[in-house]
């Protein structure tokens, strides 16, 4: 959440702005990011659990959060 919270505060007049897009559309794609979450935290915390890896899984999410904000 760290990563992408910045981008949240901005993200409704970026939408607005830059893709022209109405102030609902605007709010519904801002909101994906919350969805998103609440659908694959579950899966990915089963996945975690599963495999055991926990150390391996967080190395993993902090390297594609370094190479997505690159």
């Known amino acids: 959440y760290v990563a992408i919270f910045p981008f949240i505060a901005a993200a409704q007049l970026l939408f607005e702005s830059k893709y022209d897009l109405s102030p609902a559309w ?11 979450s609440a659908i694959l935290s579950p899966l990915l915390g089963y996945a975690v659990d599963k495999t055991g890896r926990n150390l391996y899984w967080l190395m993993g999410s902090i390297t594609t959060t370094i190479i997505a904000h690159a």
């Open 26 to 36: 605007s709010n519904a794609c801002n909101s994906l990011v919350y969805f998103m």
